[in-house]
């Protein structure tokens, strides 16, 4: 069964102190791994795309990478407005629009 | 350019009743989906669409319709409200069918 998992569920940093969010995939034929941040009582909101094995996007203190089974999302030096929900996706093939999404990471950054 | 707009943003239907979830999108996108997200759950999909005059069913359409008479609107209907159909509805859209932009969702409750 194609399944997106990530974890932790949740996660409480102090400021300043760097972690990752994990996403793994068991799906056949990766066309496109997604993540999004999303604030309470918003929609998500697009931060990067990863397409093959090895890639690597950067964005301000966030980094995402992407390995044949996983991605991580790496947060260092993390602020409080870091605090989000981080969601995942993947688009694999099997029809136009199979796109999967995690159940997401809830960050949460302590001043 | 505003974007993706639902409306509306908040909702309160009664067993039986049918409404209509409006979304516009301002960027010329082909690409348009209905997505639904319940407390703990991953977004699911419920319709999309990949132009004007083509839809198709997701993961879980059913109690929904929609149409696509133009590019920029994607209407969703919800026929014979129930209780199940309790849940925070997101319009997306997209040009390439990868990266989605969202909406900032419809919070509906059938009581």
């Known amino acids: 069964e194609d399944q997106v998992t990530q974890s932790p569920e949740a996660l409480r940093l102090q400021e300043g102190e760097s972690s990752s969010l994990n996403c793994s995939y068991t799906v056949s034929g990766l066309r496109g791994l997604f993540w999004y941040r999303q604030d309470p009582g918003k929609g998500p909101e697009f931060l990067f795309t990863l397409y093959s094995a090895g890639e690597e996007k950067e964005k301000e203190r966030l980094k995402a990478t992407l390995t044949k089974k996983e991605s991580f999302l790496h947060i260092t030096a993390p602020k409080p407005e870091d605090s989000a929900t981080y969601l995942c996706?993947?688009?694999?093939?099997?029809?136009?629009?199979?796109?999967?999404f995690g159940t997401g990471t809830k960050l949460q950054v302590i001043p | 350019n505003a974007g993706v707009t639902q409306t509306p943003k908040f909702r309160i239907l009664k067993i039986g009743q049918s409404m209509t979830l409006q979304c516009t999108q301002d960027m010329n996108h082909n690409y348009m989906y209905w997505y639904r997200q319940d407390p703990g759950m991953g977004l699911k999909l419920i319709y999309y669409?990949?132009?004007?005059?083509?839809?198709d069913k997701g993961e879980v359409p059913n109690g929904y319709n929609v149409s696509r008479s133009t590019t920029e609107d994607f209407p969703l209907r919800l026929e014979l409200a129930a209780p199940s159909q309790t849940s925070v509805y997101f319009c997306?859209?997209?040009?390439?069918?990868?990266?989605?932009?969202f909406g900032p969702g419809t919070r509906l409750t059938v009581l």
């Open positions: 669409s990949v132009g004007a005059g083509i839809t």
């Open positions: 997306a859209s997209s040009y390439t069918a990868d990266t989605q932009y």
């Open positions: 996706a993947v688009r694999y093939t099997g029809g136009y629009q199979k796109v999967t």
